[in-house]
């Protein structure tokens, strides 16, 4: 009776971990990207990477193309916000729970206030990062190096 109750968690746990392991490798999907406003730009995504460094480093993977079919000119950015596309775009609502994007035509025009990540601009370029808490931010350093600093 023990080594089937040990069979059965171990079979859950291997589909747990194979449902997870592909979870994780589906691509991340743009829904949206704003145009230029006031030097930020605003990027809507579903399936983004969870942990920090994940998001970071595919941020930094895809941003040349990104910025080439999007055209986005870093040099006249201030920042960069990703979005999450939650439950997908929905209308106006009257108690201000969601974000909208004014550029949009259509009514289904915002989505839940949840940031993925934040990208910070100076100069044309990326200045930091700063995790959706606000209390996690990356800097880069002078030599290019991407270090952890918290608010």
């Known amino acids: 009776m023990m080594k089937n109750k040990k069979k059965i968690y171990l079979l859950f746990f291997l589909m747990l971990m194979c449902f997870l392991l592909v979870w994780t490798m589906r691509p991340v999907q ?6 230029l406003y006031y030097g930020h730009r605003d990027i809507v995504v579903d399936h983004f990477p969870l942990t920090d460094q994940g998001k970071i480093k595919w941020f930094m993977k895809h941003k040349d193309s990104l910025y080439k079919k999007y055209n ?8 960069i916000v990703i979005w999450d596309v939650g439950r997908g775009f929905v209308a106006d609502d009257e108690d201000g729970d969601l974000y909208c ?14 940031v993925f990540l934040r990208i910070n601009y100076g100069k044309g370029e990326i200045q930091s990062f700063e995790m959706e808490s606000g209390e996690v931010r990356y800097e880069i350093t002078t030599e290019g190096n991407i270090e952890k600093s918290i608010k």
């Open 101 to 114: 994007f004014d550029g949009m035509k259509a009514s289904a025009r915002c989505i839940d206030k949840n």
């Open 30 to 35: 743009i829904v949206y990207v704003s145009k």
């Open 72 to 79: 986005i000119d870093p040099s006249f950015l201030s920042g």
